[in-house]
């Protein structure tokens, strides 16, 4: 009896040592492999690879404002928001933010 307190114990304290009342935060970084990854990473279906200042100079020369458009909007093959449907904008220019920092 005694075992099976014990065990039933250990047991409802491991399901809760994985519960957290505080949400993560938020970073450009984690945004990107959320939602913006699996394009950008590769250039699939055209898009600009992260950290390839090449790709990403002509959209930069259309302006902050045509870039978060694009972001909020899609683009061509780009869902809008990248799919990151609980994005705000400034989670956005976060991981823009982020696509734009050179690979290590």
């Known amino acids: 009896m005694k ?12 399901l809760l040592s994985g519960c957290t009342s505080e949400p993560q935060e938020r970073t450009g970084e984690s945004i990107y492999y959320q939602s913006c990854f699996s394009c950008h990473e590769r250039g699939h279906g055209g898009a600009p690879m992260r950290g390839d200042m090449e790709q990403w100079q002509p959209r930069l020369d259309k302006g902050q404002e045509a870039m978060m458009t694009s972001m909020v ?9 990248g799919a990151c449907f609980d994005c705000s904008e400034a989670d956005l220019q976060m991981a823009f933010d982020f696509m734009l920092l050179p690979k290590e």
């Open 3 to 14: 075992s099976l307190l014990l065990l039933t114990i250990i047991l409802f304290a491991s």
């Open 73 to 81: 909007e899609g683009y061509k093959g780009m869902p809008p928001k």
